[in-house]
């Protein structure tokens, strides 16, 4: 049976999620970054929803992912949470706030554990950030990695496109994801690289495995939410599946209320007191 179609379960853990993979369910993700959306995503029966430090390009405009800070992220994950009844909560631990230092990284996992009520937390990188995931996983705090096109570094790669064409950065990056499973964490993301690469990666870890841009033989999908519902029309890779165009059906909205305001057949005496 479908974990989304049985009554009996309250929340999704790690735990359920491991057991999705190993029955070949597969996992389904998207970002929310406000109450509104978070409810909205939670009782449609989304599996994981991450507050992605995306919200420094959907919600602020920032041209990246860079210039949100960790208080940002807590308000953002404090609105989602609040609206949760049934998905497990991943929130980005921001740029700045983990790399380079566990120590540092470790007090920003608690923040937002603590702060938020979130249930988990997403860091960018492998080997190098080693130290940090095991002193935050230390404290009980379920981390989720991510590899690949890894937006945080988007300035040392200088462009967007598909990562881990090569062989070395492909090895790599397998043994990166080695490395995130050992050290204990629970899932991980894989961003914008060959498909066949990310069936590899799937097949060699034991933990769930997400992807966007990474093709169908992983264990699980994430979009952004505002791409995905069509509000953003200006961003359309590939990997983008738009189910909806909402960013017409708002303006036509917004439209009509102009319309009614002017012509002043908005408010009626029905719509009066």
């Not at 929310?32 to 599996?47: E, L, N, P, T």
């Not at 200088?158 to 050992?182: H, M, N, P, S, W």
């Not at 305001?261 to 029905?270: D, H, L, Q």
Request: with cysteine.
């Amino acid at each position: 049976m479908s974990v989304h179609q049985s009554s009996n379960i309250k929340r999704i853990t790690t735990h359920i999620l491991q057991e999705m993979k190993n029955r070949g369910e597969k996992i389904s993700m998207l970002t929310a970054y406000d109450f509104s959306m978070a409810g909205i995503v939670d009782s449609a029966g989304i599996d994981i929803i991450l507050v992605g430090d995306s919200a420094s390009n959907v919600m602020a405009g920032h041209e990246t992912t860079l210039p949100i800070t960790l208080d940002q992220m807590i308000y953002h994950a404090t609105s989602v949470v609040r609206a949760v009844k049934r998905a497990f909560v991943v929130v980005d631990i921001p740029f700045g706030s983990y790399q380079g230092n566990s120590s540092e990284a470790l007090r920003s996992a608690i923040r937002i554990m603590k702060e938020s009520g979130a249930h988990a937390i997403k860091v960018e990188g492998g080997s190098e950030i080693k130290e940090s995931v095991v002193r935050i996983l230390s404290a009980g705090v379920p981390v989720m990695g991510h590899l690949g096109l890894t937006p945080q570094s988007i300035y040392k790669f200088g462009t967007y496109t598909v990562r881990a064409k090569e062989e070395a950065e492909a090895q790599k990056l397998i043994e990166d994801a080695k490395i995130l499973e050992e050290c204990g964490c629970f899932a991980i993301v894989l961003e914008k690289i060959p498909a066949a690469l990310a069936k590899k990666v799937a097949e060699t870890v034991s933990i769930p495995v997400i992807g966007i841009g990474a093709g169908p033989d992983v264990d699980g999908q994430v979009l952004v939410v505002h791409d995905m519902l069509g509000i953003t029309q200006e961003f359309k890779p590939r990997f983008l599946r738009q189910y909806a165009d909402l960013r017409t059906t708002m303006t036509q909205a917004v439209e009509n209320y102009i319309t009614d305001v002017k012509a002043r057949s908005f408010p009626t005496e029905g719509e009066s007191y």
